[in-house]
Nanobody
Framework: QVQLVESGGGLVQAGGSLRLSCAAS????????MGWFRQAPGKEREFVLA????????YYDNSAKGRFTISRDNAKNTVYLQMNNLRLEDTAVYYC?????????????????WGQGTQVTVSS
């Protein structure tokens, strides 16, 4: 089992920045990728970014390109989501996820473990 704990959410004005963290614990040696998803009210959960645990290859949704960055600190078993130039439509609950498989990292079904989520609210 892998446990994930997100932190760093909050309220920010449009155009501002936030950094989310996701600390993994437990059987982290089984993790091949970490991803961030988000879910806005009344919408389905959607992929934002992912990073391979070894090698660091990154995968972005178009909505995140140029504004969001994912990074990892393997020594701390922590993944970060740096969000810049936030927009009203970025308001959502952001979830960290861990994948023990080697594929489907752009889809929620590719992940085995999920954090509890952290709220990000962007105001005008």
């Amino acid at each position: 089992q892998v446990q994930l704990v997100e932190s760093g959410g909050g309220l920010v004005q449009a155009g501002g920045s936030l950094r989310l963290s996701c600390a993994a614990s437990g059987r982290t040696s089984s993790v091949h990728a970490m991803g961030w998803f988000r879910q806005a009210p009344g919408k389905e959960r959607e992929f934002v970014l992912a990073i391979a645990w070894n090698g660091g290859a990154t995968y972005y949704d178009n909505s995140a390109k140029g504004r969001f960055t994912i990074s990892r600190d393997n020594a701390k078993n922590t993944v970060y989501l740096q969000m810049n130039n936030l927009r009203l439509e970025d308001t959502a609950v952001y979830y960290c996820a861990a994948a023990s498989g080697l594929a489907n990292w752009l889809y929620s079904w590719g992940y085995d473990y999920w954090g509890q989520g952290t709220q990000v609210t962007v105001s005008s």
